[in-house]
């Protein structure tokens, strides 16, 4: 922004100064501070060059600060100054430029030479604080560089000097603002409890004191606000959400994320249903390819008795053998011969047989093959009579299974299901979760863990403390049977704080 009267020499010197020494593509332009400006570029690109002698730049500053102009990645260099000045102009001593902004002063001194050092203050009531950058003259250049003004503004300015930094978090529970730190019922607000202490390490680590609000949810839209965890960070009540909630596309333009500290996954989990109980174990014994082969093998053993029993009838009427009237000589009747081979699959005697000593060798070969059969088939029903099913693999299967379902009452679970569009996921909650006409099946979390121990009940609660129960009330062997599938889609929930924080990068150095 060029001071009024800066005539068009001046200008044009002043943009050459700028890119006769650099290889970046630099833009300038020059703005009156009675005039309305749109910014055009990336915001880390973007400098401010300011004239403080400049008239009405008051206004300008004031502007600017509404717009939010005095923070990470705008930087500001302001010129004009000389001894006779205050270190801090008169003209933003009243703008909160805060820790993550860069405001370089460049101040005018007798000896013909310009400081230059960057200003900010550690909070809005805090005194102003200076980084000297160095000194620069005319034919010498930048001298005396401060090493500490070298580097990420976040590293330099961690020491935030006792600042007191307002956490919110979440209990569901009042019992537990008084076992934050003892362990006790460390099933019930877990992720509060497990954040609690990483937080208050973080504020030893900025050296800033703190001030804690409780609130019993982490925060949903209703009636058009925002109530609970995230409408005090919306309302800049509180710098940092304590405890980690969801990453949600709704809640990802009013708040800043900086890190997933805790993992954790709520899912729905069951015993998965016995093998019986979903399919026909008469059937499953062998595959498809089993049973074509092994109808095929006794088709052929029907046709191979069929030939023998003729070619020995045969042959015994042309010796004239009195066999032939024999009631236990089988004859060449296909009805005698389907009966023999029916006994022979049901591990049963026949009334007739084959006499001759090839028939015998047939007759042989037939129960010794349906013997293994009929062995192999029963060793089978023994062992999916055992065997747990697979069939339920995602949430559509679950629907339509005869499984019970439950749901762990938690705010977030309240919250989650009903508000579910996904068409599979609302059926669960509609027709399995809170049918018409009944109680929504929100339970305790052992209710649904002992539930679940019974069977055929399929129990949504966070695994890391719902397993504690499962250790509890299941034995070693039914643990194995168990069957986890995801139900919210959600990632790991992650800690929040609020929107254009000037301390956010040190949260996220922390």
């Known amino acids: 922004m060029a001071r009024r009267g800066v005539g068009i020499t001046d200008k044009r010197q002043f943009y050459r100064s700028l890119t006769e020494t650099s290889k970046l593509q630099i833009t300038v332009e020059f703005v009156d501070v009675n005039q309305e400006t749109k910014t055009y570029g990336q915001d880390q690109d973007i400098v401010f060059t300011i004239d403080a002698r400049c008239q009405n730049v008051t206004k300008y500053f004031e502007k600017k600060r509404k717009e939010n102009y005095f923070r990470a990645p705008f930087r500001w260099i302001l010129l004009g100054l000389d001894n006779s000045n205050d270190r801090i102009p008169n003209t933003i001593a009243n703008i909160d430029i805060m820790p993550d902004s860069e405001v370089l002063v460049v101040r005018y001194n007798n000896n013909d030479s310009f400081e230059l050092y960057y200003i900010y203050k550690i909070s809005a009531n805090h005194s102003w604080q200076y980084e000297q950058y160095g000194n620069w003259k005319e034919n010498f250049g930048i001298n005396n560089i401060e090493h500490t003004t070298i ?4 590293l330099r300015r961690l020491n935030l000097y006792g600042v007191e930094i307002s956490i919110c978090y979440v209990l569901t529970d009042k019992d537990s603002i008084y076992h934050l730190t003892d362990g006790m019922n460390d099933h019930i607000d877990t992720i509060t409890k497990v954040n609690y202490p990483t937080t208050n390490h973080l504020l030893d680590f900025l050296n800033a004191s703190r001030k804690y609000i409780f609130t019993e949810t982490w925060g949903y839209r209703v009636n058009g606000s925002w ?25 990802i333009s009013i708040v800043d994320y900086i890190a997933s500290p805790t993992p954790t996954r709520s899912k729905f989990v069951f015993q998965q249903p016995k093998l019986s109980y979903e399919n026909n174990l008469f059937l499953l014994s062998f595959r498809t390819s089993v049973w074509y082969s092994s109808t095929a093998l006794i088709a052929l053993l029907l ?45 049963q005697g026949s009334p007739t ?3 001759g000593s090839l028939g015998r060798i047939v007759m042989l070969i037939l129960f010794l093959a349906l013997m293994f059969l009929y062995t192999s088939y029963s060793a089978n029903i023994v062992a999916l009579l055992q065997s747990s099913s697979s069939k339920i693999r995602n949430l559509d299967d679950m629907l339509h299974s005869r499984l ?43 209710e649904g863990v002992i539930k679940m121990r019974k069977g055929l009940f399929a129990f949504h609660m966070e695994t890391g403390v719902g397993y504690k129960f499962v250790g509890k009330y299941f034995n070693e062997g039914e643990k194995c049977g168990l069957k986890e599938i995801q139900y919210l889609q959600v990632i790991d929930p992650w800690l929040a704080v609020r929107k254009n924080t000037p301390y956010k990068e040190m949260f996220k150095i922390g």
């Open 353 to 355: 047989e084959l006499k």
């Open 151 to 154: 580097g990420s503004t976040a």
């Open 404 to 446: 019970k379902f439950g749901v762990h009452d938690t705010v977030f679970n309240r919250y989650y299901f009903s508000t579910a569009t996904e068409p599979v996921r609302k059926a669960i909650y509609e027709k399995k979760v809170a049918p018409p006409g009944t109680k929504p099946r929100f339970m305790t979390m052992d």
């Open 227 to 251: 109530n609970g965890m995230t409408g005090y960070l919306i309302r800049e009540e509180v710098e940092i959400g304590g405890s980690p909630m969801f990453f949600t596309s709704e809640r």
């Open 303 to 347: 046709f191979a008795i069929m030939i023998v029993a003729m070619w020995e009838w045969k042959k015994n009427q042309r010796i004239g053998n009195s066999r032939n009237t024999d009631a236990g000589i089988l004859r060449p009747n296909l009805a005698d011969v389907v009966i023999l081979i029916f006994g022979a699959v049901c591990q």
